[in-house]
Every structure is written in C-alpha cells, then in structure tokens.
C-alpha cells in the first residue's frame, strides 16, 4: 500500500487519468441500462460515473496529503446537507419545467439518493483533510471572479449565436423560423434552470472539478497552458465514449470523433484561457463549460462545424495575444505547487 501510495505521490496527473476512467468507465454501464432501458434504480451508480473525474482528484488529493486534518466535522456536513438539497431541487425543478416529467413520492425518493456523489464533490470543498479543501476551494468562491464568472456565462451563448450568420455567410441552408424560441422572461427562465442544471450535473462538479480543477494545474507546473489544454481535450474527448453511446450518437463513425474532438479541443483552449484568468477558478470553468452546454440546448444549429469555425478564430486570438505557448509563472494560482 506504501508503494501504490508514494506512486500516486510522484504521478498525480497520471493517477488521476487512470482512476477517472476506471470510474467512469467502470460504471458507464449503469448510463446505458438507464437511457436505454429505462432501469432507474440504477440511477445512482450513474451519477457516480459521471462524477469520474472529481471523484479521482478528491481521492489523488486525499492520498496525496501529508498534513494533519483542520477544521470542525460539522463544517462538512452542514455543506454536504446544504449542496443535497440544491442538488436536487435543481434536479426536479429540470425535470419538472424543462423535460415535462410528473413527479412522484418514488422518484423524489430516487433523485434524493441519485444526487449525493454531486453533494459529496461540493462539500469536499470544506473537508477537513487539507489537500482536497485547497484543490476544491475555488469551486464555491465566487469572489474576486465575478468579472470573469459574467464572461464565461456570456461569452460561449454568444459564439453560438454568432455561428448562426456564419453559416449563412458559407451559405448553409436556412434555419426554420419556428425553430427559434421567442425571447421573453419565461425563456430566460428556463435558460437559468437549463444553465444550473448543467452547472450541477455535472458540468462543474463532476467534469471542471477534475479536468480544469485537477488536471490543468499539475500539467501547467510542467508545460504552457496550450499544451495543457491539448493534453486534456484527449482525455476529455475520449471520456465521453459510454456516455455518448448510451445516448444514441454515432460512436461508430470516424466522422462524429473527429466533430467531437475539434469541438472539444477547441472548447477546452478557450476554458483553459478563461479558467487561467480567474486565478485557476473551477466556478469560472464550470460556468463557461455549463452556459456552452445550455446555450445548445436552446439555439438551433445546424452542425458544430460553423461553432467550431468561431471557437477556432476566438482561441486563435487568445493563443497569440496571451502567448498560452509560454509557461506560466511557479506562483501563479492556476499552477500546482507543493
């Protein structure tokens, strides 16, 4: 146990790859008995798979720690009770006004249990063990980002839209009109419900914890934050395999992962830069990666390709101007040090 321990020490981004896909792969089965044979008891096992990779930085960073526990036990415990109930009022509020479903005593009952890996990663951010308290910290501290939490709530409903001219300019065939929703205040509502959903499951808490939160400032102590986002776009792209599959998408044909992986890599520059310039905040990166989620699910599109033409032009621009080919600093927040 001592070697496996001093070897997690020494590999921590290693580790932690190795454990998030044996999570999330381990247990991507329960995602296809769910969606596609509607067994929801195993529900829970789900949500376990999903949060792979916040999972494997608490555990890397509990192994990893080498001071002694601070803090009162109720600290966590109030959070964990506090991040139970958000999580599944933002569940059933989803699933009553955006998917339509009825809600009864049973699946009130499911979703109270299904929700506990999202309120567990949220409450680890007030652990006691202090490793896992500092790599979690910035997931619910919102201050001193406010600036950056606005643009990266923004900035990806933006390219979306902007993509829709684009592609009228590469004159791709027209979208419907009917196809937009009207803008009123009950749209915007149900955008905000859309957006926090994706902010709890599992944008934030399940993904950016470990691949903006974890991974990115190990790799940037070692190699520039361009390199970095490419390493983990790989990862991140490759993840999504069972659950992809689980959903009906066309796993099988090259043309669907090369889509996938120009989105995700290009995508993953652009969090990468954002996350970077809120001092390595995971509420900053889980904000930009759940508004690109949301925003889709409401604009009509006609492909990725002409998202991924503007996403190509705007990391194209940051690359150059913020040179994310250099390394940053040792001091600066977004990079790991001992």
Same mark, same amino acid.
């Given at each position: 146990? /001592?070697?496996?321990?001093?070897?997690?020490?020494?590999?921590?981004?290693?580790?932690?790859?190795?454990? /998030?896909?044996?999570?999330?792969?381990?247990?991507?089965?329960?995602?296809?008995?769910?969606?596609?044979?509607?067994?929801? $008891?195993?529900?829970?096992?789900?949500?376990?798979?999903?949060?792979?990779?916040?999972?494997?930085?608490? #555990?890397?960073?509990?192994? /990893?720690? /080498?001071?002694?526990?601070?803090?009162?036990?109720?600290?966590?415990?109030?959070?964990?009770?506090?991040?139970?109930?958000?999580?599944?009022?933002?569940? *059933?509020?989803?699933?009553?006004?955006?998917?339509?479903?009825? $809600?009864?005593?049973?699946?009130?009952?499911? #979703?109270?249990?299904?929700?506990?890996?999202?309120?567990?990663?949220?409450?680890?951010?007030?652990?006691?063990?202090?490793?896992?308290?500092?790599? *979690?910290?910035?997931?619910?501290?919102?201050?001193?980002?406010?600036?950056?939490?606005?643009?990266?709530?923004? $900035?990806?409903?933006?390219? #979306?839209?902007?993509?829709?001219?684009?592609?009228?300019?590469?004159?791709?065939?027209?979208?419907?009109?009917?196809?937009?929703?009207?803008?009123?205040?009950?749209?915007?509502?149900?955008?905000?419900?859309?957006?926090?959903?994706?902010?709890?499951?599992?944008?934030?808490?399940?993904?950016?914890?470990?691949?903006?939160?974890?991974? *990115?400032?190990?790799?940037?102590?070692?190699?520039?934050?361009?390199?970095?986002?490419?390493?983990?776009?790989?990862?991140?792209?490759?993840?999504?395999?069972?659950?992809?599959?689980?959903?009906?998408?066309?796993?099988?044909?090259?043309?669907?992962?090369?889509?996938?992986?120009?989105?995700?890599?290009?995508?993953?520059?652009?969090?990468?830069?954002?996350?970077?310039?809120?001092?390595?905040?995971?509420?900053?990166?889980?904000?930009?990666?759940?508004?690109?989620?949301?925003?889709?699910?409401?604009?009509?599109?006609?492909? $990725?390709?002409?998202?991924?033409?503007?996403?190509?032009?705007?990391?194209?621009?940051?690359?150059?101007?913020?040179?994310?080919?250099?390394?940053?600093?040792?001091?600066?927040?977004?990079?790991?040090?001992?």
């Amino acid at each position: 146990m /001592t070697r496996l321990t001093d070897w997690i020490r020494r590999h921590q981004v290693v580790a932690f790859f190795v454990i /998030t896909f044996a999570i999330s792969w381990g247990l991507a089965f329960s995602w296809g008995a769910v969606l596609q044979r509607e067994q929801f $008891l195993l529900l829970p096992v789900a949500f376990v798979a999903v949060c792979g990779p916040g999972l494997a930085g608490i #555990i890397v960073s509990a192994v /990893t720690n /080498t001071r002694a526990r601070e803090g009162p036990r109720r600290a966590f415990w109030i959070a964990l009770l506090g991040a139970w109930v958000a999580s599944a009022l933002v569940f *059933l509020v989803h699933h009553a006004f955006i998917e339509g479903v009825t $809600l009864s005593p049973a699946l009130i009952g499911l #979703i109270a249990v299904a929700v506990v890996p999202v309120a567990f990663v949220i409450a680890s951010a007030y652990s006691r063990i202090p490793s896992v308290r500092r790599y *979690l910290s910035s997931l619910v501290r919102p201050r001193g980002v406010w600036g950056w939490s606005l643009l990266a709530l923004v $900035l990806p409903p933006a390219s #979306i839209l902007l993509s829709l001219p684009v592609g009228n300019v590469l004159g791709r065939p027209p979208i419907p009109a009917q196809r937009f929703p009207d803008m009123n205040l009950a749209l915007i509502g149900l955008f905000a419900v859309k957006f926090l959903y994706q902010l709890f499951f599992f944008n934030a808490t399940g993904e950016e914890t470990g691949w903006r939160g974890f991974a *990115l400032p190990r790799l940037q102590a070692r190699t520039s934050p361009l390199v970095a986002a490419l390493i983990i776009a790989v990862f991140w792209t490759s993840w999504h395999a069972f659950f992809w599959q689980a959903e009906g998408q066309p796993v099988s044909t090259p043309g669907y992962w090369v889509e996938m992986a120009v989105g995700h890599t290009l995508l993953s520059v652009l969090i990468v830069w954002i996350c970077n310039r809120a001092q390595g905040s995971i509420l900053v990166a889980g904000i930009a990666h759940a508004a690109t989620n949301a925003a889709q699910a409401f604009v009509p599109m006609r492909n $990725l390709y002409d998202l991924c033409l503007v996403w190509a032009v705007v990391a194209l621009v940051l690359i150059l101007v913020d040179r994310m080919w250099k390394k940053l600093p040792p001091d600066h927040p977004a990079v790991y040090g001992v």
